[in-house]
């Protein structure tokens, strides 16, 4: 276990009224002023800012007030269904009723705007194409859409390659030439913008006056918005945290969507105790089984019922599909895993980026595997599956320090035509490629990754926010920790660590490890998912070097605190 403490950027206290260790978590994390981490609504940044907003909320106003054929084209992640639920609501609420959308099946059609869906919308008469989350590489698929006649405004959050499809307008906070200071907006966030900026167009123009109806408060679709973001995995970052706050309190309150009331009553999580983590590791993966395993409008159609009775049997059929994809997960990661030990145990040196195939390999679980095989070997790492007769499909995964998109975008330029298509963000991507040339790219992405990890660690380091003493792990801190603010990729949840004595240990479940550990006599619970059943329980453990996260455990009307280990060792 390699651990490397955080330190606080300024000495001084950033606010008095603060409790001590939320004090000492936001200074760890570059915070010098209050102002920092606050997160009410007026604290959002300007949809104003956004290039090309102005254009595409005009062209948008247009359409609705001539009642053209809108079509949302949105992506198969929960990124993606929580954009299309956005514009679908909003829309709707504008008065627009001639308003579809359309999710490119992940094992028909592939990513994003492609010439084959702009042709199925086109046969379903669409007259007006918005994409979310996606578009900013589609530049055959716009060029497609043009020609047919139809008019195209692109939102994504994707970074641009070197051409830039021609569209009628474009969104996108890393576009060139846009001002806007949160880069890291999820494509939920950009089109909440856009929607943001068709309201005051529309409002300008008395369009809800004319039509006597009830302008909208966009505000209430925050827990749609704060559930793309957390689950995309994009930086919180300032203007990110506000929106994920906002969006939780709503559905803390329990004013959320019944769609998200339900994905929560089926994972037995009650509302009002919900953090963000749960955003990514209880919601997200429930919608994101969807577009994994069946089709996305499974999940989309969870978010804009509003019936509660329809909610619950759909968010039922989400989690049975979740529970298919851990199972096919599972499956995957064991064949992996089996592969690269027995390629390490003929003696060979395993690659400093990792590239595994399988025709078996399921399309819509490549990218969690990848994720998998990187935390363990702690390597950027692509799984391929099969796309069709004569080409794969890869889902990459990186490990801080190597932009995965930057390094694909490497490969290309020195091997061009070895990649067909390629897109995505610093830490996960996308591609396609013939079948014929994964040998060749192999070759190249690993020569690549050599050059771009020179100088960085070569094993995961914990970032730890120090020790705590017996009377800092209590039920009071770990509640301040959990619903202070967003916690997420950047500005992660706070971890500590520290060399507790080892009092009991028992395996529950398949793989769990149940602890008692105490601190100068005081005992704690403990507990550690999916260990090394080869290493542990071992009783001859007196001391143990604990990395974790206070929790708060409720078991049979009894509330006390406990430790969720992320990492452990001897310390005898």
């Known amino acids: 276990m390699q651990i490397q403490r955080r330190h606080a950027v300024t000495p001084n206290s950033i606010d008095s009224q603060l409790p001590a260790i939320l004090d000492r978590l936001y200074r760890?994390?570059?915070?010098?002023?209050?102002?920092?981490?606050?997160?009410?609504?007026?604290?959002?940044?300007?949809?104003?800012?956004?290039?090309?907003?102005?254009?595409?909320?005009?062209?948008?106003?247009?359409?609705?007030?001539?009642?053209?054929?809108?079509?949302?084209?949105?992506?198969?992640?929960?990124?993606?269904?929580?954009?299309?639920?956005i514009c679908m609501l909003a829309l709707k609420a504008f008065g627009h009723t001639n308003v579809d959308y359309l999710v490119p099946n992940r094992f028909d059609f592939g990513y994003g705007l492609s010439p084959e869906i702009v042709d199925v919308a086109y046969q379903q008469n669409a007259e007006f194409i918005i994409t979310v989350?996606?578009?900013?590489?589609?530049?055959?698929?716009?060029?497609?859409?043009?020609?047919?006649?139809?008019?195209?405004?692109?939102?994504?959050?994707?970074?641009?390659?070197?051409?830039?499809p021609n569209a009628d307008a474009i969104v996108n906070p890393?576009?060139?030439?846009?001002?806007?200071?949160?880069?890291?907006?999820?494509?939920?966030?950009?089109?909440?913008?856009?929607?943001?900026?068709?309201?005051?167009?529309l409002q300008n123009e008395g369009w809800f006056e004319q039509k006597n109806i009830q302008a909208p408060n966009l505000a209430n679709y925050l827990d749609i918005v704060a559930l793309g973001t957390v689950a995309d995995v994009v930086p919180l970052d300032e203007n990110n945290r506000v929106l994920v706050h906002q969006g939780l309190q709503r559905i803390r309150s329990g004013i959320a969507r019944p769609g998200i009331r339900a994905i929560l009553e089926v994972a037995a999580r009650p509302c009002h105790k919900l953090s963000s983590t749960d955003l990514g590791f209880v919601l997200g993966p429930r919608l994101n089984a969807a577009g994994r395993l069946d089709d996305m409008s499974l999940g989309i159609e969870c978010l804009l019922t509003e019936d509660e009775h329809i909610a619950r049997q759909i968010a039922a059929r989400l989690d049975a599909l979740n529970l298919e994809r851990r199972e096919i997960e599972s499956s995957m990661k064991d064949e992996a895993e089996k592969a690269l030990e027995a390629f390490i145990s003929q003696g060979n040196e395993l690659p400093s980026g990792v590239v595994l195939y399988q025709s078996?390999?399921?399309?819509?679980?490549?990218?969690?595997?990848?994720?998998?095989i990187k935390e363990k070997y702690y390597r950027p790492t692509i799984v391929f599956a099969q796309q069709d007769a004569?080409?794969?499909?890869?889902?990459?995964?990186?490990?801080?320090?190597?932009?995965?998109?930057?390094?694909?975008?490497?490969v290309n330029t020195q091997n061009p035509g070895l990649i067909d298509k390629f897109g995505g963000h610093a830490m996960a991507a996308g591609l396609s490629m013939k079948t014929a040339r994964l040998s060749a790219f192999k070759l190249a992405f690993e020569a690549a990754v050599v050059q771009a990890?020179?100088?960085?660690?070569?094993?995961?380091?914990?970032?730890?926010?120090?020790?705590?003493?017996?009377?800092?792990?209590?039920?009071?801190?770990?509640?301040?920790?959990?619903?202070?603010?967003?916690?997420?990729q950047t500005f992660e949840e706070p971890l500590f660590d520290g060399i507790f004595q080892m009092r009991s240990q028992r395996i529950v479940g398949k793989n769990h490890l149940k602890m008692v550990v105490?601190?100068?006599?005081?005992?704690?619970?403990?507990?550690?998912?999916?260990?090394?059943?080869?290493?542990?329980?071992?009783?001859?453990?007196?001391q143990v070097k604990l990395a974790y996260k206070l929790d708060i455990n409720e078991f049979r009307g009894q509330i006390s605190v406990q430790l969720l280990v992320q990492a452990l060792e001897s310390a005898d």
């Open 390 to 410: 004569e080409s794969i499909k890869g889902s990459a995964r990186s490990v801080p320090g190597v932009h995965i998109r930057d390094l694909l975008e490497t």
């Open 453 to 488: 990890t020179k100088g960085l660690p070569t094993q995961n380091l914990i970032l730890s926010d120090g020790t705590l003493n017996c009377q800092e792990i209590n039920i009071e801190n770990a509640g301040l920790i959990k619903l202070a603010v967003p916690w997420g």
């Open 518 to 542: 105490s601190l100068d006599g005081i005992e704690f619970d403990a507990i550690a998912f999916n260990i090394d059943l080869a290493t542990w329980p071992n009783s001859k453990i007196r």
């Open 28 to 85: 760890n994390r570059g915070v010098t002023d209050i102002a920092q981490i606050q997160t009410q609504i007026k604290k959002l940044r300007h949809y104003n800012e956004l290039k090309g907003i102005e254009v595409a909320s005009n062209l948008i106003c247009d359409a609705i007030k001539q009642s053209k054929a809108i079509c949302i084209i949105g992506d198969f992640d929960a990124d993606g269904a929580t954009s299309t639920a």
């Open 174 to 201: 890393n576009q060139p030439g846009c001002e806007f200071t949160s880069k890291n907006l999820a494509g939920v966030g950009v089109a909440f913008y856009v929607m943001l900026a068709v309201k005051a167009q």
């Open 133 to 164: 989350d996606n578009g900013i590489s589609c530049v055959e698929g716009v060029s497609h859409a043009k020609e047919l006649g139809m008019k195209v405004v692109v939102t994504d959050h994707h970074l641009p390659g070197l051409t830039l």
């Open 360 to 372: 078996d390999f399921h399309q819509g679980v490549i990218g969690i595997l990848a994720g998998r």
